[in-house]
């Protein structure tokens, strides 16, 4: 037991500031605005529910990254939940293959208005490696509205913070 | 004993191809009628089955389906007529076969006859009954719907009895996880029953291949499953290298083993984190989430990519490392080590670990032996193989590969075999860093003629890892295939959680860990 806590003392906290890109201070602006928003609209709080829509999986290992140590996405107000209906944002990834185009569609009724939706990666963004085909409807755009996109394949951690900062 | 002689030996006919287009596998074709007894009489004498894919020649369909043993591969090929394409089934003799022969009828109409299980796998509503996607003369675009209706009315097996109910989970699942449905049934808390239905993130990976540059296929192939970029790609590039009759420079090959080894380590630390945070131990999480994220900035640092993606390219590797890079690398692989150290007896003290973790899910070494169960999931139950130490190719063809095994087939074993893996991993990393040859990056790749096939078998972090290639046209490719682990992993999960309590299905899962977007293809 004593080893464990020496462990979690020794680690210390880990927490880094929110990414500022040097040659982007209005994103700087963009997350007081956001922060602003959250804690006006949301009460301090954003509620997101993933969905992966046909994702080669490589966005989701990245989107789970945002809430390992260094980045705790949670101390921005941004909490990932279990439910459509609990989530202001759906966070979508993957070109919509054809098999999860009712389920998307319904999960995206599931959730309350308002809501938004963040199109995460390539895939999502525009089709990405796998386009249009019988098996693919490319991008989420064409299932759901989309009302911000996060391009990268996958977007680094950094770029999904910057990104669902950007929403508002 | 060769597997021709054992089919010959019981009247089989059997043609091997000499040179085999395939090697170092082998190639023989058999006549269609012999197609189930030849995997009847192969079974018995311990060939593990594979994979298997079809191929659209016009008027006929091929069927090729690969078996291996003491590290030998052999692949059985036979043709069907295109207009009735149907073949006896090797499933009731194979449990691997049953759902990839599934696909085979979705995508290319081929009935297997004396198949267990005729229901459709693959294809849910995106396309119809009638329509194949997989031949030639099938667009690539299909002929979609306005609005794709959902899968439902999929005959699911029932039970029946005092106190049973059902429990549909999904597609969309509670976390941040990838889409497909699981359907118990239980009594209380107890699991009679789990069956799997996925097929949702098919994207149609086989047919995007078609037409594409090696280049392009490398590209695809890194993304056929995002945790095993590396892994794809690297087998992928193996199978086009050997339909082309080149050979990536050593020091690119050790450079492929560098960049597979790391995503190795990477997948192992995460899930390891993972299964301890499905039995309520966040502490293991956080640790091993933030040895996970270091390791990733370092693939970025040194690599230019997190995850790894087009790192391998055919005829070589698009990176390579400095002077300064093996300093880097040396040192975070020193740092890991220790760190491992130091939690190793954090967790195997933490007797509440050790009670969720120790009996829960367990595959049987017979089990495992009967489904062929891959990577650290046949490891964590007896079942040794492993490409790099029983087939080994370039670079690990340079020094023998440690196999951590385990015996007892629970989530405790496959655990403690990832972690012992992962120490594998960065012993093999120094020995690669260590001996890394000097030399070009790449060899200039040459167009094979039309009709050029090759296959590749790799260890990923999941397990084996089969592809194959056949070009076409213009140094095209013509027919791409890969088998990735999970496909023959998913059914061991249904077998493993028989008897166990519902609240154990997430730590179960997670200690498979299939990929989902792998197997749908
Ligand atoms: S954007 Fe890239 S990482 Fe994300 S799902 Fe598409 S291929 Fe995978």
Known sequence: ?168 | MHLAAVLQEQGIVVRPLQPSPLAPAELLEIDAFDWGRAAELAQPVGWRWVAAWAEDEGERLSVSACLEKHGGYTVLRTRVDSGHPALPSQAAYYVAADRPERHMQDLFGIRFSGHPDGRRWTRHQAWGEGSFPLRKAYPLAGTPPEQTPPDSGYPFLKAQGHGVYEIPVGPVHAGIIEPGHFRFQAVGEMVLNLEERLGYVHKGIEKLAEGRTPEALARLAGRVSGDTAVGHAFAACQAMERAAGIEAPARAAFIRGILAERERVANHLWDLGAICNDVGFAFANYQFGRLRELWLRDNLALFGHRLLMDRVVPGGAAVDVDGEGIKRMRASIAFLRRELDELLPILDANSSLEDRLLGAGVLSAEDAAALGALGFVGRASGQRFDVRHDAPYAPYDRFPVKVPLEEQGDVASRFWVRYKEIRVALRLLERLLEELPAGALTVPWQAPPAGAEGLGMVEGWRGEILCFVRFGADGAIGRYYPRDPSTVNWPALEKLIHGNIVPDFPVCNKSVNGSYSGQDL
């Open chain 1, 1 to 168: 037991m004593l080893s464990l806590y020496r462990k979690i003392f020794t680690t210390g906290v880990l927490t880094e500031d929110v990414p500022r890109p040097p040659l982007e201070p209005e994103v700087e602006a963009v997350g007081v605005q956001l922060k602003a928003a959250i804690d006006r609209r949301f009460a301090g709080s954003l509620a997101i529910r993933q969905v992966d829509a046909g994702s080669c999986n490589g966005c989701e290992l990245e989107i789970h990254a945002l809430n390992n140590v260094y980045y705790d996405i949670e101390r921005f107000g941004v909490h990932f939940v279990a439910s459509p209906r609990h989530a202001d944002v759906l966070l979508v990834t993957g070109p919509v293959s054809r098999h999860m185009e009712a389920a998307l569609r319904r999960t995206y009724e599931a959730a309350a208005d308002p809501k938004w939706v963040i199109a995460a990666g390539d895939c999502a963004a525009c089709g990405g490696e796998f386009g249009v085909s019988y098996a693919s409807c490319g991008a989420v755009s064409n299932v759901i509205p989309v009302h911000a996109v996060i391009p990268g394949c996958p977007p680094a951690p950094a770029e999904l913070l910057r990104g669902i900062l950007g929403l508002f």
